[in-house]
Nanobody
Framework: QVRLMESGGGWVQPGGSLRLSCAGSGTIFRLIYWAWYLQAPGKERELVASIGSSSSTESLDSVRGRFTISRDNAKNTVYLQMSSLKPEDTAVYYC????????WGKGTLVTVSS
């Protein structure tokens, strides 16, 4: 089992940037297709961006060009660099495999407001 811990969220003004991190335990980290998910208030969780073991990436149209997913297998960590943030990006952000296969972490809250 891989345990996940997200961090890096916070409050930011529209147009600002944040970098989220997801630290995972276990030796299989490097083999996993990872993703970031968000859950906005009152909505279901949805996939935002994913990254393969070869670092190929995919992302939602709504975040493409603004969010970048990356990974550091040596550190068992997946990142989400978020820029040009908008109020509609406000959500709790989680990481997990794609498709999901591990217990969810607590997530990290991102609040975008002026």
């Amino acid at each position: 089992q891989v345990r996940l811990m997200e961090s890096g969220g916070g409050w930011v003004q529209p147009g600002g940037s944040l970098r989220l991190s997801c630290a995972g335990s276990g030796t299989i980290f490097r083999l996993i297709y990872w993703a970031w998910y968000l859950q906005a208030p009152g909505k279901e969780r949805e996939l935002v961006a994913s990254i393969g073991s070869s670092s190929s990436t995919e992302s939602l149209d709504s975040v493409r060009g603004r969010f970048t997913i990356s990974r550091d297998n040596a550190k068992n960590t997946v990142y989400l660099q978020m820029s040009s943030l908008k109020p509609e990006d406000t959500a709790v952000y989680y990481c997990n495999a794609d498709p999901t296969r591990f217990s969810w972490g607590k997530g990290t809250l991102v609040t975008v407001s002026s």
